[in-house]
């Protein structure tokens, strides 16, 4: 599969200093496509900006008379589209039929496009008249557009996701006065606490090294690192320390990846990356998109929803929150993903939405859409709220962690005072995050990094380094809406470590139960289905600017935010909680004993730790689950 023609409206994924990169289906097959009529003009053209870069700028104007149409702009660094909308899928259908000049361009020092590519590059300095960056380059575009492309009536939408979205975002801090809407689906907001690079400051191995791999190695190619074995665990645990990686592979040449050494905590180079604390409103209509189940981007888009709706006087920010992965907005139903089936076609319903978005701020079209429209997983419905989470109606509830693999909502009596349970984690021997052989993160033709998120947990049962707490059965339905949190009593014998925290949804194994699945899915019976998850990096428990080593030995709280969800355990399921230390390849290893930087760790670093998750009085670990009364 040719990687330039992986470019559609949901645009890619997002990793190294920025966004990962995922190919998705199409709507409709290339042969399908291949039979349409052309519907577009297509005008190649090099957009000069305002310091005389030139930008790789495709148009597609529709053919035959029309009214003055809007533009719908994308930006993206993985190729401007050079076949038209709707040629090899039906996602543009709904849009084009409503009637827009489609727009695709080359972010600067990407394929045709003229000047240096920088990874996510930062806002610029204002002070300094001849700065650029993504959003002056998308300012320039614009208003070179409105100039130069007859039969337009002056009003400009953008749309993607990933690195797209983000440009998007970054369009917002300098919008044009003809941006009327943008469409952001899964835009990084802050690399070092909650997208791609990092979770919490623990760096996101395998994702990071391909995409650095990928989008710095040549200008004009979305580039395949060459492993030499197929399971990517077994060449990363090869690999060894990260100080390996320039020794051995990029000798310095890949500057993102120079970037992760030389600023291992969150410094003012990552906060200025970080584009979520630059905003704080806008002018511009804001649809964020969320798919529950991203691999990529959950937080992002939650982060940016969030920040512009503390000053949303005019309320134009929404939020569409779906069933999907990274891109799985733009799949062809939406009906599905991988072994979970949510009862309608999630993606040709948004699309109705996304439609309608547009109709409305760029056509003058009704707009019937609440805030914020949450897709609540496990009853399988659309929720319509005037913000998400919402605060009536939604008690903060404690799931407590007790002996024998035991978790309940009461909480742990007074004689409980000692009590913990036990692994030792072992970095020559960590938990993989997925079924192996785990093969290329982006280039893997299966793509089983897609789905990973939707994955049976039961690949772990049985290692003595998981630990596991479910309650019992359930006898009525338990939903929740809102924020999750993992409250955490835990102690290492080593001076850093990493804890992994997953709230896992258990079906039900009985038979009778089992028959109103889908035919042939028996493996559905007491699947466990993960609904919400983080890692976070102990170092960083007092501040991510400033790590500190762990005490050996000592009981630490650690507060590990698991991010909002909606979600109904059903009657007949089970609420279970795990906890871990590694999460590899996904996640790279903790040496488990503190050092300055794990980037310049060597070998002789790692070592193993005894952990401790404790469930005692006074000590009672706990994940706080927002239930709906």
Not at 207 to 214: G, L, P, T
Not at 558 to 566: C, E, F, K, R, S
Request: charged content about 25%.
């Amino acid at each position: 599969m040719n990687p330039r023609t992986i470019v559609s409206i949901a645009c890619v994924a997002v990793a190294a200093g920025v966004l990962g990169y995922v190919a998705h289906h199409s709507g409709a097959s290339s042969a399908e496509g291949a039979a349409r009529e052309s519907r577009f003009e297509m005008i190649r053209a090099m957009v000069p900006m305002r310091d005389g870069v030139k930008l790789e700028t495709n148009i597609f104007v529709p053919k035959g008379k029309h009214p003055p149409l809007p533009f719908l702009f994308e930006r993206t660094p993985y190729g401007a589209r050079d076949s038209e909308p709707g040629a090899k899928s039906t996602n543009f259908d709904a849009l084009i039929a409503d009637g827009y000049i489609f727009v695709a361009q080359s972010i600067r020092g990407r394929f045709k496009s003229e000047g240096t590519f920088v990874m996510l590059r930062p806002p610029r300095d204002k002070s300094d008249p001849k700065s650029v960056d993504e959003a002056t380059d998308a300012y320039d575009t614009i208003e070179w557009l409105l100039h130069n492309v007859p039969g337009n009536n002056g009003r400009v939408g953008m749309h993607g996701g990933s690195y797209d979205a983000w440009t998007q975002v970054m369009a917002l801090l300098e919008p044009h006065p003809a941006l009327k809407a943008v469409n952001e689906a899964a835009s990084p907001s802050d690399m070092f606490i909650n997208d791609d690079d990092h979770h919490n400051g623990a760096f996101r191995l395998a994702y990071s090294f391909e995409y650095v791999a990928m989008m710095e190695s040549e200008k004009d190619k979305n580039a395949e690192f060459a492993y030499d074995r197929y399971d990517a665990y077994d060449w990363f645990l090869g690999l060894g320390a990260l100080s390996h990686v320039n020794e051995r592979y990029f000798h310095g040449q890949r500057p993102t990846w120079n970037d992760y050494v030389e600023h291992p905590n969150r410094d003012e180079f990552w906060k200025r990356n970080a584009v979520g604390t630059h905003l704080e409103r806008t002018t511009v209509p804001n649809l964020n998109v969320v798919g529950v189940w991203d691999q990529e981007d959950f937080v992002g888009p939650l982060d940016i929803y969030s920040r512009l709706e503390k000053n949303d006087a005019s309320h134009i920010n929404y939020l569409i929150m779906g069933p999907w992965n990274h891109g799985g907005w733009a799949g062809k139903t939406g009906r599905k993903l991988g072994a979970i089936d949510f009862g309608s076609d999630t993606a040709q319903e948004y699309r109705e939405i996304q439609r309608q978005w547009f109709a409305h701020w760029l056509h003058d079209g009704p707009l019937d859409l609440p805030e914020a429209t949450v897709f609540e997983t496990g009853s399988n419905k659309w929720k319509k709220l005037d913000r998400f989470p919402r605060e009536a109606g939604v008690t903060k509830r404690p799931l407590y962690l007790h002996a024998d693999g035991k978790a309940s909502f009461e909480p742990p009596t007074e004689e409980a005072a000692q009590g913990f349970d036990a692994y030792v984690s072992d970095p020559a021997n960590p938990v993989p995050y997925r079924r192996r052989p785990i093969g290329p993160t982006f280039f893997d033709p299966e793509m089983p990094w897609r789905t990973w998120l939707v994955d049976d947990q039961r690949f772990v049962e049985g290692r003595p380094d998981v630990l596991t707490w479910q309650t019992d059965v359930l006898d009525r339905d338990i939903t929740v809406e809102g924020d999750i949190v993992a409250d955490l009593f835990a102690s290492t014998s080593g001076t850093d470590s990493d804890w992994v925290v997953k709230l896992i949804d258990v079906y039900p194994e009985d038979k009778a139960w089992a028959k109103n699945l889908d035919a042939g899915t028996p493996e559905m019976r007491g699947y466990q289905l993960m609904i919400a998850n983080d890692v976070f990096r102990a170092r960083y428990r007092n501040s991510f600017e400033h790590p500190e080593p762990v005490p050996a030995n000592e009981v630490v709280e650690y507060t590990i935010d698991l991010h909002p969800n909606a979600h109904a355990f059903l009657r007949g399921h089970r609420i279970m909680v795990q906890v871990q230390s590694t999460w590899f390849p996904l996640i790279d290893r903790n040496p488990q004993k503190y050092v300055d930087n794990i980037y310049k760790a060597q070998d002789s670093d790692f070592t193993k730790a005894t952990q401790r998750i404790y469930r005692a009085h006074g000590a009672a670990s706990a994940i706080v689950l927002p239930v709906v009364q």
